[in-house]
């Protein structure tokens, strides 16, 4: 993964790479710390977690083919 970092505060803003499935195969991978996205219209306020639809692999098990899931695995996300 590269990870990418705010030139003026240092925080991680986002990462993108490949994730190794095995036999040759990869999942691309973006991911953005949503902590750091400011909203257009909001003073003050970033993104709204509550209203943010959010998808689950299973990559603590290496079950990424086992598809997404709107919620966290088993274990996965405490």
């Known amino acids: 993964m590269h990870r990418y970092f705010c030139r003026e505060c240092g ?35 970033g993104v709204e977690l509550a209203r943010t639809e959010m998808g689950y692999f299973d990559m603590l098990h290496g079950n990424v083919e086992g598809g997404l899931r709107e919620r966290p695995w088993e274990g996965g996300l405490v």
Not at 13 to 42: D, S
Request: aromatic share 6%; no cysteine.
């Open 11 to 45: 925080s991680h803003v986002w990462m993108q790479g490949e994730y190794p499935l095995g036999e040759g195969k990869v999942m691309p991978v973006l991911a953005v710390n949503l902590g750091t996205v400011q909203v257009e219209g909001l003073v003050g306020e």
